[in-house]
């Protein structure tokens, strides 16, 4: 590949280090940085890994990142570090494997919150349930699982055995994008190497204590198989908050969204007034207590976050606009 006349090139974002990039194009990994416009004052966009760019090949350093093209879809959620401003992970996935082993990692209420943010993000969310050896009963999980969502399917496997990893073939198609995202030690990088056939991710042992790994995986990165698919591991993440996130959170609770503009009053607040579709579920029983409580929770954490996110949004608009007039 010879760079002429500035030609530009299509590849893909496989992992990033601080401000250093690594762009994979036909089956090579090439180092690279953006653009200096990236940089400019009233610009917050930067690349992720799975981001498709088009770029200006240096064989002898780094090569130039001009743009980002078009995005299919693109998963985030509130910086940890930096209160409602949002972090973005990774753009065109296809499928989001949603990895939790059947221990004490195992949480309903954690995996609703995953499986919203993937809806959001324009993925297919599929629950795995590792370590399926460990569970009598894994049947029950799998139902469980499958019915916080209608989207939603889920297994229970076994990567260390080879228990159930041939049912997760269905996905495993020629130019299709999985993430997989989980808690440490969940069993995301035996997974892949299960998937890989060989190893080409380092795993780690898990604390009996309370069955938490460490990390393996430090940040995120994109594997190509030689099967055509291509794989971002992602590192442990024990909470995900919402924000932003209200169109997934909806599309995860559909039923209860659809009962809400059943009800009599349009702002009814599912409290005592009459007429109301919620409470009539919930009385008959089409609708449990809890999963109505983890619906009004999520989306009232989201609507706190997206406030903050949209306040502290504003503030750095302003102070880039005030910078940069002071030019």
Same mark, same amino acid.
């Given at each position: ?198 190893? #080409? ?120 606009? #005030? ?5």
């Amino acid at each position: 590949m010879n760079n002429t006349n500035g030609e530009l090139f299509k590849g893909r974002i496989s992992a990033i280090h601080k401000n250093n990039y690594t762009i994979r194009y036909e089956g090579k990994d090439i180092p690279a940085r953006l653009k200096g416009s990236f940089y400019d004052l009233m610009t917050d966009w930067f690349p992720v890994v799975g981001d498709y760019v088009s770029f200006e090949y240096n064989p002898i350093g780094d090569s130039l990142i001009v743009s980002v093209l078009e995005c299919s879809g693109l998963l985030q959620r509130p910086d940890q570090a930096k209160t409602g401003v949002m972090q973005y992970m990774v753009a065109n996935v296809d499928y989001t494997f949603i990895v939790t082993s059947l221990n004490e990692d195992y949480s309903y209420n954690r995996i609703a919150r995953y499986v919203s943010v993937v809806l959001q993000g324009h993925s297919i969310p599929v629950v795995v349930l590792t370590k399926a050896d460990l569970c009598s009963n894994y049947g029950r999980y799998i139902r469980e699982v499958e019915s916080i969502s209608d989207k939603v399917r889920a297994h229970a496997i076994s990567a260390l055995y080879g228990i159930g990893v041939d049912e997760l073939q269905e996905y495993m198609r020629p130019g299709i994008t999985i993430c997989l995202m989980g808690s440490s030690g969940s069993g995301k990088s035996t997974l892949l190497n299960a998937f890989a056939g060989e190893e #080409i991710m380092r795993t780690s042992s898990v604390r009996e204590s309370d069955s938490t790994g460490r990390h393996t995986t430090t940040y995120r990165q994109l594997i190509e198989l030689n099967n055509g698919v291509s794989i971002i591991d992602t590192p442990g993440m024990r909470e995900i908050g919402m924000a932003n996130t209200q169109l997934g959170i909806d599309n995860t609770f559909s039923d209860i969204a659809k009962l809400e503009k059943q009800c009599k009053f349009s702002d009814c607040q599912h409290d005592t007034e009459p007429g109301c579709a919620v409470k009539a579920a919930i009385e008959s029983g089409d609708l449990s207590v809890d999963r109505y409580i983890l619906y009004k929770s999520l989306s009232s954490e989201n609507t706190r976050n997206y406030a903050k996110k949209k306040e502290i949004s504003k503030w750095a608009k302003a102070a880039k606009k #005030i910078k940069r007039d002071s030019f």
